[in-house]
């Protein structure tokens, strides 16, 4: 009874879909899951690699269902969850991950790449998390609900003004939505990863017109983890509910010291500011064929 207690929630059985199951923490979850005897709902706009991931979760006895679809396209959430219903025959877990990030002042963004990255981010989510909660409680029981936010929902960094502004506003609706959804049994946590080793920062810095790799160059070596780990925490999350999933104390409790006293991290940002002004810089100039300075 002590070991059970300890596991939380059997997931053994349970119907997880999983936006932005192609690559990153969406593939990394589904495998996850699968090994907790979850079965697994893929999508995705690259069916090729849903179909990899697909394999994995077969490979451990699960169940998979690939779906390629955009979920910035109107009606993706209702496509999604009738795919759920006609395969599995119903659906209890829901991961909200699809996403993508930008790195640009918020003055050099334009009002198009503005709206496209919410309409990702944050629209299709939250279209995806309020028809989910709505087929849960018209079939009377419970289930769980998450997105994929950030720690930058907590703070902001020079040129990523607009991504985080996305991820603030994940958590803000993941919050009141825990609430509004618990007396019918249904549980909504917000993700916040740190720096993960994916493709998401090469994307990004595509998307931006400026060079990345997996992860930024000044990033440290503590505060990068791989999507395994937040994947591992998802997992943990549906056996023993919360509000918020974590993988890194240090920047949880760091986002707590910041938004209780921002002068501290104003001097961060501060030295933050310079060191990418001389980045950009620097760029500029190999672009342009010009020394550095």
Request: charged share 25%; with cysteine; proline share 4%.
């Amino acid at each position: 009874m002590t070991t059970l207690m300890a596991m939380g929630k059997i997931l053994t059985g349970q119907i997880a879909i999983v936006t932005g199951a192609s690559s990153g923490i969406g593939a990394a979850t589904a495998v996850a899951l699968a090994r907790a005897g979850v079965d697994v709902l893929l999508a995705a706009r690259r069916e090729d690699r849903l179909a990899a991931v697909a394999r994995a979760v077969e490979s451990v006895g699960r169940r998979a269902c690939v779906v390629a679809v955009d979920v910035a396209q109107p009606g993706s959430e209702r496509l999604l969850l009738d795919a759920a219903e006609r395969h599995f025959g119903r659906f209890d877990v829901v991961f909200a991950n699809a996403g993508y990030g930008l790195e640009r002042d918020v003055h050099l963004t334009d009002e198009r790449d503005l709206r496209a990255l919410f309409e990702v981010n944050f629209f299709a989510s939250v279209a995806l998390l309020r028809e989910s909660a709505r087929r849960l409680r018209a079939a009377g029981r419970g289930g769980h609900l998450l997105m994929c936010s950030s720690c930058l929902s907590k703070f902001s960094l020079p040129g990523h003004g607009a991504y985080a502004a996305s991820k603030a506003a994940q958590e803000s609706i993941c919050r009141a939505m825990r609430f509004e959804l618990l007396p019918y049994g249904i549980e909504v946590a917000s993700v916040h990863p740190i720096t993960t080793t994916t493709e998401f920062f090469a994307e990004s810095a595509a998307r931006s017109g400026l060079r990345g790799g997996t992860v930024p160059e000044h990033a440290p070596r503590w505060a990068v983890q791989p999507p395994e780990r937040v994947a591992d925490a998802i997992v943990d999350c549906l056996r023993n509910p919360r509000s918020e999933v974590w993988t890194s104390e240090i920047v949880r409790l760091s986002a707590a010291l910041f938004n209780a006293c921002p002068w501290i991290f104003d001097l961060i940002l501060r030295r933050e500011a310079r060191r990418r002004a001389r980045q950009l810089a620097h760029e500029a100039a190999d672009a342009a064929g010009a020394p550095r300075h």
